[in-house]
């Protein structure tokens, strides 16, 4: 089975304008979450979409949104960037099917805001 | 505030040695304990989780033990090799329906160094 891939690897955008990255879960996987990686903040939470609905949030301004597909492929949107928002992105796919809670990650998108 | 607290930060072993690094958790609400290896430039891959209903569980050369008690899981890399290098993460969640579920929270991160 293919990975987790994300598109696209590497962004560089200023101050002001927004950004939209897009990942594509394993095949069958339903649920796909987002992460924000910082070398200060570490791992954060952003949200969680299942079948096609946001079933959690983490904190993070508005200016942080996403969406899922009817194939559960799924965007994040980011707008107003600020130099703050500068960070790997990090997608996670996970099944959920049964007992299954295992996500597995992307390689992430890694954004630069100048 | 739902924390998961990891150390040591960083952790220096010879080759051959055994690598530990513990976490701690505060919301007993987490029943779900993965850790994550992370190599520069990559995204984390999944090593090892386990379940509250168990006190430990091996894969290789890796160990999650578990102490439900104190809230503690720790990680151990037996016979530590060079490749092993990378920073690790241990993270938590719940995996009851509503609010909160699934999300996971990270600690910290470990970076882990072997030595020949």
């Known amino acids: 089975k293919a990975g987790v891939t994300q598109t696209p690897r590497y962004l560089i955008k200023t101050r002001g304008q927004q950004v939209t990255l897009s990942c594509s879960p394993i095949s069958g996987h339903r649920s796909v979450s987002w992460y924000q990686q910082t070398p200060g903040q570490g791992l954060q939470f952003l949200f969680e979409y299942f079948s096609e609905t946001q079933r959690n949030k983490g904190n993070f301004p508005g200016r942080f949104s996403g969406r899922q597909f009817s194939n559960s492929r799924s965007e994040m949107n980011v707008s107003t960037l600020e130099l703050g928002d500068s960070a790997l992105y990090l997608c996670?796919?996970?099944?959920?099917?049964?007992?299954?809670?295992?996500?597995?990650f992307g390689p992430g998108t890694r954004l630069t805001v100048t | 505030q739902q924390q998961v607290k990891q150390s040591p930060q960083s952790l220096i072993v010879q080759k051959g040695g055994i690598s530990i690094i513990n976490c701690a958790y505060e919301n007993t609400a987490f029943d779900y304990f993965p850790w994550y290896q992370q190599f520069p430039g990559k995204g984390p891959a999944l090593l090892i989780a386990i379940r509250p209903d168990v006190s430990e569980k091996k894969e290789g050369r890796f160990t999650i033990s578990f102490n439900k008690s104190a809230k503690q899981f720790s990680l151990h890399i037996m016979d530590s090799q060079p490749g092993d290098s990378a920073t690790y993460f241990c993270?938590?969640?719940?995996?009851?329906?509503?609010?909160?579920?699934?999300?996971?929270?990270f600690g910290k991160g470990t970076k882990l160094s072997v030595i020949p």
């Open positions: 993270a938590a969640s719940s995996t009851y329906s509503g609010a909160g579920s699934y999300q996971l929270t």
């Open positions: 996670a796919s996970s099944s959920q099917r049964g007992a299954s809670y295992e996500q597995y």
